[in-house]
């Protein structure tokens, strides 16, 4: 059975950036980062979530990390040039990204954020990132992504 394609595959389809779809069964909604990765039968070093933040300034910055590790809020901020850096409460997700928690995506956002993906994946030959809901992933190499996102790469995940 052929999954719909989300706006982030054709997004990716338009800018012609090459990646693999990958589909999951979530019948209890999100799930964490690290089962997703043993869903698609990937590396949870390779799989990376999403993590949107606001800086002292109040502008948002997007972090790109492997799903088995944490945000380091103080690199984080010296990263996107910022005092101090915080999560973004849940309920700002949608109304700002567009994307549900659990089904954020680097790629589509409403407004394009600053985005800084981790340095540990910068070496990867792919990385997995979500697809725009839960339940739908892309795996694309990680310089292509940070590409298409205008972003960089910084040790930010602890």
Avoid: W
């Amino acid at each position: 059975m052929a999954e719909e394609k989300t706006n982030v595959m054709r997004i990716l389809d338009q800018k012609k950036v090459a990646y693999t779809p990958h589909h999951y069964a979530h019948p209890d909604g999100a799930v964490d980062g690290v089962s997703v990765a043993a869903l698609i039968d990937r590396d949870p070093s390779c799989v990376c979530k999403t993590l949107v933040t606001q800086g002292a300034s109040k502008k948002y910055h997007v972090f790109v990390i492997p799903v088995g590790r944490e945000l380091d809020l103080k690199a984080a901020a010296r990263a996107a040039g910022e005092k101090s850096i915080e999560m973004l409460k849940q309920a700002q997700l949608l109304p700002l990204t567009g994307y549900v928690h659990g089904g954020c995506s680097p790629v589509g956002m409403k407004k394009q954020f600053p985005t800084v993906l981790d340095e540990s994946v910068e070496g990867l030959d792919t990385i997995v990132v979500s697809a725009g809901k839960i339940g739908a992933q892309v795996e694309l190499a990680p310089a292509a992504l940070c590409g298409l996102i205008r972003g960089k790469f910084a040790p930010v995940a602890k």
